[in-house]
């Protein structure tokens, strides 16, 4: 037996708190390295992401020791078997040469069985091939033959349009004729005649249909080549005897013919054909009586531009002879919801009418009266889209080419610059004044005018209300509306701010629109003060509240903005009071300062001359305040300004005055 390996020495009996040998780390777990899928390049990149290198290597270290000592042991203790296997592995070569031979005559069978299934698959595969080839070979030549027998169909039944025609006019008709009641007898013939066109056309259109499917999907085969022309001819005979039928159903208002026609048409995948001819045979003359134009563009007997009357005809129009043939097409269930007559037929006219008999009602240049026309024509959209039966079918009718180009032939935002010119224009002409100039009352007949004394301030309140009128605002554009409200308020505040900023300063110096401040006396600014009250009040009022009823369709969230945004401006006047205040108290105390100027000359008086002592009080002290007291007794302060306004004014002129004495 060799030398055994010594084991490392025991733990001492007192060693408790060191870790024994054979302990490894938490992440260090040697039973899956017996695992069939152990990866060991993984493993270590695992391990790798929070264990350091040189830990993993002294572990890897220390678990490989630890097997060796295993292994050792082993050994050490199994020694004899150990040796004794050797001796018991006796002819190992010739057991394997045994064993071989079988295994290399299976392994033989084994590859002549693949080289069968081999060759059979191949051939089954051949066999599948062949089959597909074939079965697509005669999918093709099923779809020829269909296309074929479908064509041949058309043709024949196009063919029996006249013939179904001439043999109800000649036979029916004529036996009709004999009878007594001539007229109505010959109605209901032709009736008859229209709603079996009507039904042969249908089921012409159904294999048409069916025949454009085949085509599409043989178009590229020789054959389908060859019969372009037979189709393409039976297409034009179905078209024009489709719009035959169609065109005598609408002039007889015959609902059966009209809604196998459009069943046709909704067949062939043709509707813009039908919508087509709905427009020029029944809207367009129509049309033609309520505005007359021309096909060159002029007009042609119009007065006017104005839109209003002209939708009334057009309304009762179509109650009177376009409801019935709407009905049908909006009918439930139908399967004519392909259809846009109101677009494609009703709109698109009621366009072209417009553009050529009346093209200046388009024209914003005109504010007040392209509004009318405006308003009027989407009511009158609004009108037709009560004939869509679903909410589907009105953003349909919305998304429609024509309705598109209806509404861009309102050019809002010019409108909206012309206005705004308007308006802001007016309020900047009264600001540019070199002075304050007092309002005529008599001339405005708004109540809210009535308490204003300054056209400056009159003009802001009029330019204010009309961005809100309804002769002026288009609800498309009120957020723009809006905006120039704030700024109109915003320029009036700017205005006051300068004037009064120029004063304190002594001169307008580059800034122009100050110069009303400068030479405004004190009673003016007491007219400031009472407009800047008034308008303050009517604009977190009346006026807010008129704008919040306009804008009632938006969300709770929008108007809550809009409320803030003008509070906000009118609590932007309330914040030019005091600076209005201390501008009048200034200019009191500078009168009141030149009085005192004389009391310089009391004790001169009596040190160079031997006048006696003064008995009674002096007449400079009542000149002090006489400014001051004529102010407040003025009739300015005493109907315009608050009593708190006159303290204020009261107060801080006399503390200002005592401080200079």
Not at 135 to 140: F, Q, S
Not at 520 to 547: G, R, W
Not at 629 to 654: H, I, M, P, W
Request: charge should be negative; glycine fraction near 4%.
């Amino acid at each position: 037996m060799p030398d055994q390996i010594p084991s490392p020495a025991p733990r001492s009996a007192t060693d408790l708190f060191s870790d024994p040998l054979d302990s490894h780390p938490m992440w260090l777990k040697p039973s899956l390295f017996l695992s069939p899928d152990f990866n060991s390049e993984s493993y270590i990149a695992e391990l790798r992401t929070f264990v350091p290198f040189d830990t993993l290597r002294s572990e890897f270290q220390a678990h490989l020791s630890s097997l060796n000592h295993e292994l050792i042991d082993l050994i050490n203790r199994d020694y004899a078997d150990f040796v004794n296997l050797s001796t018991k592995l006796v002819d190992v070569d010739s057991a394997v040469l045994r064993m071989r031979a079988p295994l290399l005559e299976i392994r033989d069978k084994i590859q002549g069985f693949r080289g069968a299934v081999e060759s059979s698959l191949t051939s089954l595969k051949n066999g599948l091939s062949q089959r597909a080839e074939a079965t697509a070979a005669r999918e093709v030549l099923e779809l020829l033959l269909d296309t074929f027998h479908v064509v041949s169909k058309v043709e024949k039944l196009i063919k029996e349009l006249p013939s179904a025609s001439s043999d109800l006019s000649n036979g029916d008709v004529d036996s009709i004729q004999k009878s007594n009641a001539l007229n109505s007898h010959v109605e209901n013939g032709t009736a008859n005649i229209r709603e079996t066109q009507s039904m042969l056309l249908e089921r012409i259109a159904s294999e048409m249909n069916r025949l454009n499917f085949y085509i599409a999907h043989a178009q590229n085969l020789p054959f389908v080549q060859n019969i372009e022309k037979r189709i393409l001819s039976a297409s034009q005979l179905l078209n024009a005897g489709l719009g035959h039928c169609f065109v005598d159903g609408l002039e007889h208002r015959d609902v059966t013919a009209i809604y196998n026609c459009l069943r046709a048409y909704a067949a062939i995948d043709n509707t813009g054909n039908a919508e087509e001819i709905f427009r020029t045979t029944i809207v367009a003359p129509l049309m033609q009586n309520v505005i007359p134009h021309g096909s060159s563009g002029v007009v042609a007997g119009a007065s006017g531009d104005e839109l209003e009357n002209d939708y009334g005809q057009i309304k009762k129009l179509i109650e009177k002879d376009f409801k019935f043939f709407l009905e049908i097409a909006s009918a439930e269930n139908s399967g004519l919801h392909v259809f846009e007559f109101l677009a494609n037929s009703i709109l698109k006219e009621v366009l072209e009418a417009i553009q050529k008999g009346k093209p200046g009602a388009f024209s914003p240049g005109r504010p007040k009266e392209f509004l009318k026309n405006y308003k009027s024509s989407l009511d009158f959209l609004a009108y037709l889209e009560g004939y869509c039966p679903t909410r589907a079918a009105v953003a349909k009718f919305r998304a429609a080419p024509f309705y598109v180009e209806f509404m861009k032939q309102w050019n809002v935002g010019v409108y909206f610059s012309l206005r705004f010119q308007e308006i802001a224009g007016a309020l900047d002409s009264a600001l540019a004044a070199p002075s304050i100039v007092l309002a005529q009352n008599s001339g405005s007949g708004e109540e809210y005018s009535q308490n204003l004394t300054l056209k400056q301030s009159v003009t802001l309140l009029d330019s204010l209300r009309s961005c809100w009128n309804e002769e002026v605002l288009v609800l498309s554009c009120s957020d723009k509306f809006l905006r120039l409200s704030l700024q109109l308020l915003s320029r009036y505040s700017n205005w006051l701010s300068s004037g009064l900023a120029a004063r304190k300063k002594g001169s307008a110096g580059s800034n122009p629109g100050c110069e009303w401040a400068l030479s405004a006396a004190s009673d003016d600014f007491v007219y400031v003060i009472h407009d800047i009250n008034c308008i303050s009040k009517e604009i977190s009022c009346s006026y807010l509240d008129h704008v919040l009823h306009v804008l009632s369709s938006c969300s709770a969230e929008v108007l809550d903005l809009v409320k803030q945004s003008i509070l906000y401006c009118g609590k932007s006047l309330d914040d030019l009071l005091p600076l209005v205040i201390n501008t009048i108290k200034e200019a009191l105390v500078q009168k009141s300062v030149e009085d005192l100027r004389q009391l310089k000359g009391i004790t001169a008086t009596y040190r160079m001359t031997n006048k006696p002592l003064p008995v009674r009080h002096s007449p400079y002290v009542a000149g002090v305040l006489r400014p001051l007291k004529t102010f407040l007794d003025g009739e300015q302060a005493t109907k315009y300004l608050t009593s708190n306004a006159r303290n204020n004014v009261l107060l801080g002129t006399a503390t200002d005055i005592t401080t200079r004495l």
